[in-house]
């Protein structure tokens, strides 16, 4: 089998050339190639072509394949679907605002956290992505698209602190000065709350953003609608996220979907503000995006306006998403495993405790 190059932080990178007999200084000539985009060792020019041909024989650069790209007619927001090696596929979203352009990346094939209103899960979880796949959706969308990405949301299909590992050597990669040189602080991470990962990124990435859905002013709530809260209850979560806070100084941004009837009434946004109360935060409302299966409804923009109001009232600075994309069903939650994919997904328990 072949090695994988685009799968490698550049330390990984020179330890392989130093295998292979080679300089270590040529890893930092290949890993800069790659970031370029290129599709094959024949265009990195700098190489003697003795060891582009050595390379071929031994190593790679798995690329993705765009079997698709749908374009939004009302924002000009696109969403890629992505053929991997193994016939898997995934999605991500390319939009554009007034600051930059930013990547919706998937960091894993399907998710098994379940969470009832999110079309990701719904099919369970096929496998984790290598860092090179993730970072492998960026290279892909910028040659299509022909624009540069400058905002990485990690925030498409799968839970990324359920594949902690790999989204951390992303996260290195593409902010690598020969990598794709991506500020930490343009980089979000979006979780379910997994707290000791939580814990985990505050150590490791204290630049980066943080995300945490929360949806739920309870655990009673929540429970009913994200299955991961059985795992970890509403209190340590919130702990967690304050630590976070304290430890990076950076605010925190709590996700809370709107959904008709069961998390939208008033009472709740000020249950919510009172635990949120002394937390360096900010909440963004989500009116929750139609998945074709479900019978939940998003709530009506009055009662987000409502919502919003009561929280700012009580001192919590909240927002409404703006989401792009929806006409191609590219907004949050409405990215999906694939149904044209032929793998089955897996069914085992996960560490977190979900069975699905
Ligand atoms: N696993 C990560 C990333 C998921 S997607 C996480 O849970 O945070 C990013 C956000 O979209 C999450 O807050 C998720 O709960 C939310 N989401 C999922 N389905 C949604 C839907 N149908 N409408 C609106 N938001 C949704």
Not at 17 to 36: L, M
Not at 328 to 336: F, N, S, W, Y
Request: glycine letters at 6%.
């Amino acid at each position: 089998m072949k090695t994988n190059l685009g799968a490698m932080e550049l330390s990984e990178l020179e330890e392989y050339f130093e295998s292979i007999g080679e300089k270590k200084y040529r890893a930092r000539q290949v890993f800069q190639w790659i970031y370029r985009g290129i599709d094959s060792f024949d265009e990195m020019s700098d190489i003697p072509a003795t060891l582009r041909e050595k390379l071929k024989e031994s190593a790679e650069i798995s690329a993705l394949k765009v079997l698709d790209c749908k374009i939004s007619q009302t924002d000009g927001t696109r969403k890629y679907l992505f053929e991997l090696p193994d016939g898997n596929m995934i999605e991500s979203v390319f939009m554009k605002y007034k600051f930059g352009n930013s990547i919706c990346i998937s960091s894993q094939a399907g998710c098994r956290m379940g969470c009832v209103f999110c079309a990701s899960g719904k099919n369970g979880l096929s496998r984790n992505l290598s860092a090179g796949e993730m970072a492998g959706q960026i290279l892909e969308v910028q040659k299509n698209a022909q624009e540069k990405i400058n905002h990485i949301v990690v925030m498409g299909t799968g839970e990324p602190f359920d594949n902690y590992e790999n989204v951390s050597a992303f996260m290195r990669i593409v902010n690598h000065e020969h990598g794709l040189n991506i500020g930490m602080r343009n980089i979000t991470v979006s979780t379910c709350g997994i707290v000791p990962r939580i814990k985990s990124f505050a150590n490791d990435f204290p630049q980066a953003n943080l995300a945490v859905s929360l949806h739920a002013p309870n655990d009673a709530m929540r429970k009913k609608i994200m299955p991961i809260a059985n795992k970890y209850p509403y209190d340590e979560l919130i702990s967690a996220c304050k630590a976070y806070t304290e430890k990076t100084g950076r605010r925190i941004t709590f996700e809370y979907t709107l959904i008709a009837g069961q998390n939208d009434d008033g009472q709740y946004a000020d249950e919510l503000a009172a635990k949120l109360q002394d937390i360096l935060c900010h909440v963004n409302l989500i009116p929750m995006n139609p998945v074709s299966e479900l019978s939940l409804a998003p709530s009506a923009r009055e009662k987000a306006v409502q919502f919003m109001k009561r929280l700012r009232k009580k001192g919590i600075a909240t927002t409404i998403r703006r989401e792009l994309g929806q006409d191609i069903e590219a907004a949050c939650g409405q990215l999906r495993l694939s149904k044209f994919s032929s793998l089955s997904p897996c069914s085992t328990q996960c560490e977190h405790g979900i069975i699905r």
